[in-house]
């Protein structure tokens, strides 16, 4: 394993697998706040912690890179994701341990570097309320960055996790358990599918579901069911892709306007959004190519 477990490091390894992507780094890592830059270091060190070396993390970072640039060639030469199905893409991502492991590593080094996926992470904790106690809920862990990152900076006196992945369960885990980010009591991680009747738990105070609609079959379903979990004034965040093919993305919004509709229907008001074009395109220019985009939502019921 590599001795130095930093980003300078981290920038260094994933150059050296993928040269392409150096100079994009390297004007990337530039936009990080130093709180930022700190919270990454600090989550390269929990890595090292797991046997997770700085070879590992650029290999899973260009797992994400390659296989969604081959999703992106198919999606802009047929105009649809490569499966519709959940049963297409289980066995290949969420239950198998070795590539979902990688995909989830690479997906949080992704929340800090990649700009659009750095903006979004910044609204939800500008969003995310501080003073409310009560049971927060989110859907689909994965890495457990968010879930961690809700622990750390509000007030909720129960935490409760839903993941449907055996290796994102696991990897929240131990994000929470290392300890390396302070000593939590009062949460719990279930392995299992969010629209399986289950044990989750009513009237929560916040719901967060971040990446999930569109690696599911019915993306409407989700969103309702949140709506029935949620308290009265609840808070809801709900963050999804447009127009962006991944290896599991199996529902396709092809545009912010698709995925607001779809929250009214589930009796969710939107009050505050936050929709991020194509890094360098306008929005229009996004949609016009059909090129990705990312929208965030901080709802609520709307009775
Ligand atoms: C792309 S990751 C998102 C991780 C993190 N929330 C984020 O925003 O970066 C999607 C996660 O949703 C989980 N997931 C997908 N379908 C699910 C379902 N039906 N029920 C619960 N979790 C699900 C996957 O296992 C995976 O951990």
Not at 229 to 246: E, H, K, M, R, Y
Request: charged content about 20%; hydrophobic content about 45%.
């Amino acid at each position: 394993m590599n001795a130095r477990m930093d980003l300078d490091a981290l920038v260094e390894a994933i150059g050296n697998t993928n040269r392409l992507q150096a100079p994009f780094l390297e004007s990337s890592v530039a936009g990080l706040l130093p709180e930022e830059r700190s919270e990454l270091d600090a989550y390269l060190r929990f890595c090292a912690t797991q046997d997770i070396g700085l070879d590992y993390l650029a290999r899973s970072y260009n797992t994400i890179v390659v296989d969604t640039l081959r999703e992106q060639v198919f999606f802009q030469r047929h105009d649809r994701y490569r499966y519709a199905t959940y049963a297409e893409v289980a066995g290949s991502v969420y239950q198998n341990d070795d590539y979902m492991r990688r995909y989830m590593y690479g997906l949080a080094l992704t929340t800090y570097l990649w700009p659009n996926h750095r903006v979004m992470r910044r609204f939800f904790l500008e969003q995310l309320p501080r003073d409310r106690a009560g049971t927060y809920l989110e859907i689909g862990p994965g890495h457990g960055m968010f879930f961690l990152a809700a622990l750390r900076a509000s007030g909720f006196t129960r935490f409760e996790g839903i993941d449907i992945s055996p290796t994102s369960c696991a990897m929240t885990e131990a994000i929470v358990a290392s300890g390396l980010f302070g000593r939590h009591a009062g949460y719990a991680i279930r392995c299992r599918d969010f629209l399986a009747d289950g044990d989750e738990p009513a009237s929560c105070s916040a719901i967060v579901m971040g990446e999930v609609l569109e690696h599911v079959e019915a993306p409407l379903a989700f969103l309702a069911k949140i709506r029935s979990l949620a308290a009265s004034g609840g808070f809801v965040f709900v963050t999804t892709a447009i127009n962006a093919p991944a290896v599991d993305h199996i529902w396709l919004f092809r545009s912010p306007a698709e995925v607001t509709a779809m929250a009214a229907a589930a009796g969710l008001r939107v009050t505050a959004e936050l929709v991020v074009p194509y890094t360098g395109l306008s929005l229009e220019e996004s949609l016009r190519t059909r090129m990705p985009i990312n929208i965030a939502l901080a709802l609520t019921r709307a009775d």
